[in-house]
Structure formats: structure tokens, C-alpha cells
């Protein structure tokens, strides 16, 4: 199997469905593949990339633990076909001098690769049906989040629909009785 390094180039939430996609951007060619994913993996890759302090252990990070703890090493994750619009992945261990794969979801095995430092790749006949060119990519406006790593789809041009969006907040404030709050002092 013909395989492609990759690369996370982004994770993006559209504000309508909250759904999320990470983009994959192939590392010597200028070509792009989106695959659709959960909410937690989303969020497990992100804390990831940008390296957040969580109190326990993640799914993710037992994962890699158990993994490790048994002697097995995490090598890589293969993005390894596309049926019927749904992706499937493979996850590479080597334990005790061989290679095995373990099937999972794209997404979880991102997560895991994340954590383990490894490379990701897609096999080339995936990247054939499903990569498209950077402008193609994502064909929808789109707005980076400040500090978070995700990004956000916008149907309006900034600033379009604030006031009415706005509204219920006005009126909320306006059934606000000031007059019965207490000094603290």
C-alpha cells in the first residue's frame, strides 16, 4: 500500500451543527483531505497540539499508557480507506518485534498519534478519492478562534445579524431590578 505523511493542518467547528472536521495537508504534495470527527476527539487532539495541562488522563493518554505498559511502541496510524463516505484507520504497534494493527476511527487514532509523537499517514488510493487542492479544500468562509486551535464557519459578513443576536440579552438586562442588589461593603 502506497502511503502519504500528513500533517494536522487544522481542526474547525461549524457554529450551525457543531460538527468538526480536521484538515490533513500532505506533506510534499499541495493537496488536502477533511475527514468529519466527534466533538471529544476534536477537543482530545487539540489539548494535544497545543500542549494543555489536564489534571487525569485522557481516553487518549491510557490508551498510550496501556500500550506502553504491555511493551508495545505506537509507530504510526494509516488513514487506510474511504467506503461509503466513511473513513477507517489503523493504528501500528510493534510489539515483541512485530507489527500490529489495531482498526479504529480516524479520529481516535490522531488522538493517539498526537500523543505518541508519530507519524500519520493516508494511504494514496484515500488521498486519490478524497484530497482536493488548498483552494478546494474547504469550500466554506471560515475564522480561526482565538487561542484555541479550532476554527469557526461564518454564513455573514462580520458583524451582519450582531444586534439581533444581541437581543435577547437586551431584554434579559431590562427585567433586571438593580435596586434590590446589596452593598458588599
Given at each position: 500500500m502506497d502511503l502519504v505523511r500528513v500533517?494536522?493542518?487544522?481542526?474547525?467547528?461549524?457554529?450551525m451543527s457543531q460538527q468538526r472536521i480536521v484538515i490533513l495537508r500532505d506533506e510534499k504534495n499541495d493537496?488536502?483531505?477533511t475527514i468529519w470527527i466527534g466533538p471529544y476527539e476534536a477537543e482530545?487532539?487539540?489539548v494535544e497540539l497545543q500542549n494543555v495541562e489536564v489534571a487525569r488522563p485522557l481516553t487518549h493518554d491510557l490508551l498510550k499508557s496501556v500500550i506502553e505498559q504491555?511493551?508495545?511502541k505506537i509507530k504510526h496510524i494509516i488513514v487506510s480507506d474511504l467506503r461509503?463516505?466513511?473513513?477507517?484507520?489503523?493504528?501500528?504497534v510493534e510489539l515483541n518485534g512485530s507489527d500490529i494493527e489495531v482498526d479504529s476511527r480516524p479520529s481516535d487514532a490522531m488522538a493517539l498519534a498526537v500523543r505518541a509523537k508519530v507519524p500519520i499517514f493516508v494511504a494514496e488510493v484515500v488521498m486519490q478519492k478524497a484530497a482536493s487542492p488548498p483552494d478546494e479544500?474547504?469550500?466554506?468562509?471560515?475564522?480561526?478562534?482565538p487561542d484555541s486551535g479550532l476554527e469557526l464557519e461564518r454564513e455573514d459578513e462580520p458583524g451582519a445579524g450582531d444586534d439581533e443576536n444581541l437581543d435577547v440579552f437586551k431584554d434579559f438586562i431590562d427585567t433586571l431590578d438593580m435596586d434590590d442588589l446589596e452593598d458588599e461593603e
Open positions: 500533517e494536522i493542518d487544522s481542526i474547525r467547528v461549524s457554529l493537496r488536502y483531505l482530545a487532539i487539540t504491555m511493551g508495545g461509503n463516505d466513511i473513513f477507517y484507520a489503523h493504528i501500528v479544500a474547504i469550500d466554506v468562509d471560515l475564522e480561526e478562534l
